[in-house]
């Protein structure tokens, strides 16, 4: 796992993701061309996580099977295609066929992040998932920046036609310079997926997995809320800003996740459980601040710093202590995990959008604290459970498909 393969990997996952989150900065011009109501803008967001919610569990687990970097490389194609329909939509149905499918094959973040575990030594996994991981952030925030000023120049087309270029050169990009994805032979039986779908199934019985799932399920959920609605309320009064102004507030919330890049070795060293409670705190803080957007953008700045920093952070953990509980089926495990993160962010865009409308910012800001309050409370609560006779991070394999079974090696069968 070299410097150039971590890279490389990052960027697979900002452009992938960027395809799913791109247009929030530009709701309003997107929706008012494709004429789409006001209190219903958020379900272009919702789109494409719906979609990503259906490529976790229908196509993540693939993982498993076959051969990730081809995996990765077919994948991006089909997020090139898809982002291309929704730049040429010419009516609202066309893009949200175009932004599900986006987010369809957008889970391509999730195999790299598998073939990132698979990969990694158990000493440097944390660090390896923190560099990549980035990536998602550099791509759900630093595309909004890219994509505002993109918008105000060209219109919200030329965003999605960008993003559908840049997939397609890392199609072919994944598939030269990444190492081979070599992997042990099976034992007996071999794989099936079938048995993957049921193993898939299975790990929502385990509390562990469970409660790192819900802790997921309510930050994006609060992230959601924030990204979502975000430029609703600046791009009305007292502010009426532009879409490159609002875009630019994606650079406040990229400090305060690559600010938390160090949560991987803070894992690697055995800290995850107790990185997760504080950076949960400053979730819930951070709404304190974001609340006093109609009065100070200041405010405004710090809040978002510290709740995509909570995010980052909880997130890197989160993925760390499932992976090495469950080495042998690092795909499916994470295809799974990302369930809650695709249902949360889906329930932050569709909710703080209505929200908005008939309650304000403050309604929103609300909605993003009690969210926080209960990814809080849920850590809480999950401290007082038994850890099943192990240390935190220490492997807990229930195997690929069986207890202890090796993880099969397929290289493009």
Known sequence: ????????????????????????????????????AADALG????????????????????????????????????????????????????AFAGLAGAGVFAVVVQSAVAYTAAISPPAERGRNLGVVTSGVVIGILGGRVVAGALADVWGWRAIYLVLALLAAVLAVLTLTLLPPDTRRAPEPPPATYGRILRSFAALFTQPLFLTRGLIAFFLFASFGTLWSGLSLPLAGAPWHLSETQIGLFGLAGLAGSLGAARSGRWGDAGHARRVTGVALALLLASWAAIAQLPWSLPALIVGVVLLDFAVQAVHVSNQHTLTAAYPGRTSTTIGAYMVFYSLGSALGAAATTALFDAAGWLGSAALGAALALCALATWALSTRLPRQGQAEGQQEDTGSLEPSAPTARITGR
């Open 1 to 36: 796992m070299n410097r150039r393969t971590r890279l490389l990997l990052a960027v697979v996952c900002g452009v992938a993701v960027a395809c799913v989150y791109a247009g929030q900065p530009v709701l309003g011009p997107m929706g008012r061309e494709l004429g789409v």
């Open 43 to 94: 379900r272009l967001v919702a789109a494409g996580q719906l979609g990503y919610l259906a490529g976790l569990v229908l196509l993540v687990p693939l993982g498993d099977l076959f051969d990730r970097r081809r995996l990765i490389a077919a994948h991006l194609a089909l997020v090139a295609a898809a982002t291309a329909l929704t730049a040429a939509a010419p009516a609202a149905w066309a």
